[in-house]
């Protein structure tokens, strides 16, 4: 894949974050019993997930792992990112459910609820973005 506009990476940061805040808000929801914790936490990602997730997305882009100077699409660095992104994104709502619940074994039990439901998804989110050519100039094809 060559030429990644920041397009690109803002559409794939709105993206995840939708999918990635429903999830947040059920796990949350399900977890502390109580649905407006889960949205309080759900809404509060939103904002630091964004942040997080698009600077992950050009720390990646920057990460110039080619072979004869094309960019490796590949399974294996999606799997790669997705296990950076995790660590970030668990961090975050550990953090963000401790304090917004008050609970710290409900922030743990979130958090590694999420490890499971948010890799999954993420991977599958990585592999369609991979199919989609929006915001590319050209795509090379091995």
Same mark, same amino acid.
């Given at each position: 894949?060559?030429?990644?506009?920041? $397009? +690109? *990476?803002?559409? %794939? =940061?709105?993206? !995840? #974050?939708?999918?990635? /805040? @429903? &999830?947040?808000?059920?796990?949350?929801?399900?977890?502390?019993?109580?649905?407006?914790?889960?949205?309080?936490?759900?809404?509060?990602?939103?904002?630091?997930?964004?942040?997080?997730?698009?600077?992950?997305?050009?720390?990646?882009?920057?990460?110039?792992?080619?072979?004869?100077?094309?960019?490796?699409?590949?399974? $294996? +660095? *999606?799997?790669? %990112? =997705?296990?950076? !992104? #995790?660590?970030?994104? /668990? @961090? &975050?709502?550990?953090?963000?459910?401790?304090?917004?619940?008050?609970?710290?074994?409900?922030?743990?039990?979130?958090?590694?609820?999420?490890?499971?439901?948010?890799?999954?998804?993420?991977?599958?989110?990585?592999?369609?973005?991979?199919?989609?050519?929006?915001?590319?100039?050209?795509?090379?094809?091995?």
């Amino acid at each position: 894949m060559a030429d990644v506009s920041y $397009k +690109r *990476h803002i559409a %794939k =940061t709105i993206t !995840w #974050r939708l999918v990635g /805040t @429903l &999830d947040t808000i059920l796990l949350s929801w399900i977890i502390t019993g109580d649905p407006l914790a889960g949205i309080k936490i759900g809404l509060a990602e939103v904002t630091t997930k964004s942040v997080l997730y698009y600077l992950h997305e050009r720390v990646w882009y920057k990460i110039n792992l080619s072979k004869d100077g094309i960019l490796l699409e590949s399974r $294996k +660095r *999606h799997i790669a %990112k =997705t296990i950076t !992104w #995790r660590f970030i994104g /668990t @961090l &975050d709502t550990m953090t963000l459910a401790w304090i917004i619940s008050g609970n710290p074994l409900a922030a743990l039990q979130i958090g590694f609820a999420e490890v499971i439901t948010k890799m999954i998804l993420y991977y599958l989110h990585e592999r369609v973005w991979y199919k989609v050519n929006f915001g590319l100039t050209k795509r090379k094809r091995n």
